[in-house]
């Protein structure tokens, strides 16, 4: 998954906004929600990682703009499709139809067990653990498709285990196959700068523990690849501020850039995307004319191309 659903560590997103005393669920319908996704059993596609999965194929813009438990809605809209619980028709008005498929009763007790604390299973799938407390590890640099556990900025990361949590299915190809691959899951504490690492597993990658990766492990590498995109991303960030643009505008503009694109890519694109939707943010804003824009995009691209390699770029204005 390398698409805009892979939201950690990416910019331009607003500050988190803390609520104090924030309830549970903000409207009954979120608890209802909630409350359905908990009791609907469908076999063994109808899991956590089959939910996430459901969330990850939202349109990005709609992702991007969407409440938690909105995501969770479209997540079990989908699932109810492609189970066969629902037709297109029947979600569309809320009008049964003969047919579908049933879907099975759960029980108050086992509503109340699976409310529990999370404990991953003890299964004798994975043989020994490869790994123990202290072994040094680096996360796989890897582009799937489809969904993982392993979100971008952790890959290529070096880090040292801290604790065996048990054996659990692997989601990666729990999602692509209904394989369950049963092996550890690690909590791996990050960090910059070490070598001569063993290289995790193609499954073991994927497994790690978030709430134990503190932000001073996740700078290994540096946040931008060029000066142009920190540039970018100080404009952007300065018009923000200045009131020229609000971050709902600034959000909706940059997933409908990235949307746009269609093919997931490893995130190198990322700015040319940011770039790409703050010219036309300032555009549409009247901050700057386009024929404007475009002279002067037209003035940088003649400059560079009369600049010899490894000089800075001059413009005469």
Request: aromatic share 8%; with cysteine; proline share 8%.
């Amino acid at each position: 998954m390398n698409s805009v659903h892979d939201m950690g560590g990416m910019h331009g997103l607003g500050a988190i906004q803390r609520e104090q005393n924030e309830p549970v669920f903000h409207a009954d319908w979120e608890a209802r929600v909630y409350a359905l996704t908990r009791v609907l059993r469908l076999g063994p596609k109808w899991n956590i990682h089959m939910s996430r999965y459901s969330m990850e194929q939202m349109e990005p813009a709609r992702y991007l703009s969407s409440s938690y438990y909105e995501r969770w809605l479209a997540g079990l809209e989908k699932r109810l499709l492609d189970s066969g619980v629902l037709s297109p028709e029947e979600l569309a008005d809320g009008k049964p139809r003969p047919g579908g498929k049933p879907v099975p009763k759960m029980t108050a007790e086992e509503v109340r067990a699976s409310l529990g604390p999370w404990r991953a299973p003890h299964v004798e799938g994975d043989g020994p653990a490869r790994f123990k407390p202290g072994d040094r590890v680096v996360a796989r640099k890897i582009n799937p498709k489809s969904h993982t556990r392993l979100p971008r900025y952790i890959r290529g990361r070096q880090g040292e285990v801290q604790r065996d949590l048990g054996v659990i299915e692997f989601p990666d190809t729990w999602v692509e196959r209904q394989d369950p691959k049963y092996q550890h899951v690690y909590s791996v504490l990050c960090c910059p700068g070490a070598v001569g690492h063993r290289r995790l597993g193609q499954g073991r990658a994927v497994h790690r523990s978030l709430g134990r990766l503190p932000g001073s492990g996740l700078v290994a590498e540096p946040v931008f690849q060029e000066p142009w995109e920190a540039q970018a991303f100080a404009m952007a960030t300065l018009l923000q501020q200045r009131g020229l643009f609000t971050p709902a505008e600034w959000t909706e503009a940059l997933s409908r850039e990235i949307a746009a694109a269609h093919e997931p890519d490893d995130g190198s694109d990322y700015y040319h995307h940011w770039l790409a939707a703050l010219e036309k943010v300032v555009a549409a804003k009247g901050l700057i004319a386009e024929p404007e824009l475009a002279r002067r995009k037209a003035e940088w691209a003649e400059a560079a191309a009369a600049t010899p390699h490894g000089q800075p770029i001059d413009l005469k204005r």
